[in-house]
């Protein structure tokens, strides 16, 4: 088996995993709330991240960069996984899986936006374009398809989804900034994101008791979509030279999860749905450029 070869494995494990994280966000949110969905999933990745990390011998790493950059992961902690995950279940909560899962897969568009505002890039036409193509997408399947009347399913829930994708690009853009080792990043970030989040449950909702079948979904979204799917990302890309094919791999995933989201939820997958979500993969693709050489 060749390098690359291994490296689409692991890339297609990985789209596999988050094309299961929809289903497991709906159906946890039947047992604990958002706030609950939140501090559980961190507790766990933060285990799981620190066996990897310790796995790997990179201890030391992560008292070095925790002092090197202790006020920095302390804002990207706010960013994610706080506020993100926050927004994203809530948003969840209030949406239908296949609408919440796919309006998600707009941030690379929001990223675009942030560069522009923030770093003061200047947007193309494309990516005007390529913006405005996703964006018109959304309002497809947030309105079910029905864009005369513009009858939505829960205008806060799609507002609470964007806001979500800011906030990820947010975190994405400044993240990028740190040099230090990505596996030990997300660890800092999560240890240094996690005296926000106990601090918030414990003022808006509580941490204990709550359901088994809850901390059971909680623990699989902090194994699979905050460890092991990042995990097998990350060793996609140190495997593969070819960038592009893998990142265009990840976006198998919100088609596969929609197999979960019917069979599963049985929540029947408005054409609004598919039309919508392939306009938002097809302008995130053709704005990033699709690109399969070396």
């Known amino acids: 088996m060749t390098t690359e070869t291994r490296a689409c494995l692991y890339a297609l494990a990985t789209a596999l995993l988050w094309s299961t ?23 766990t990745s933060i285990l799981f991240l620190s066996a990897a990390v310790l796995i790997q011998r990179k201890g030391c790493l992560v008292v070095r960069q925790a002092k090197e950059s202790w006020k920095t992961y302390l804002v990207l902690g706010l960013f994610n996984p706080f506020l993100y995950h926050l927004l994203l279940f809530k948003s969840y909560n209030l949406l239908p899986a296949q609408q919440a899962q796919a309006l998600n897969y707009t941030w690379p568009l929001a990223l675009t936006l942030l560069s522009s505002l923030l770093l003061g890039k200047k947007l193309t036409v494309k990516d005007s374009l390529c913006c405005l193509a996703a964006y018109f997408g959304v309002f497809i399947i947030s309105t079910g398809g029905d864009i005369h009347n513009m009858s939505f399913d829960s205008p806060l829930g799609v507002i609470l989804m964007l806001m979500a994708t800011l906030v990820w690009a947010l975190y994405w853009t400044y993240s990028t900034k740190q040099s230090g080792d990505s596996l030990v990043s997300l660890l800092l970030c999560f240890l240094f994101g996690l005296p926000w989040i106990t601090t918030a449950t414990l003022w808006q909702s509580s941490i204990w008791p709550i359901p088994l079948e809850g901390l059971a979904g909680a623990v699989y979204i902090g194994l699979i979509e905050m460890g092991i799917a990042y995990i097998f990302w990350l060793k996609a890309l140190k495997l593969t030279e070819n960038t592009a094919l893998i990142s265009n791999i990840s976006y198998l995933s919100p088609f596969l999860s929609l197999i979960f989201i019917s069979q599963i939820l049985n929540e029947i ?26």
């Open 269 to 294: 997958i408005a054409p609004a749905t598919y039309i919508g979500l392939v306009m938002i993969i097809a302008a995130v693709l053709f704005q990033q450029g699709i690109r399969t050489d070396r």
């Open 21 to 43: 994280i929809a289903t497991a966000f709906k159906l946890t949110l039947t047992y604990i709330d958002p706030w609950q969905m939140v501090f559980w999933p961190v507790v």
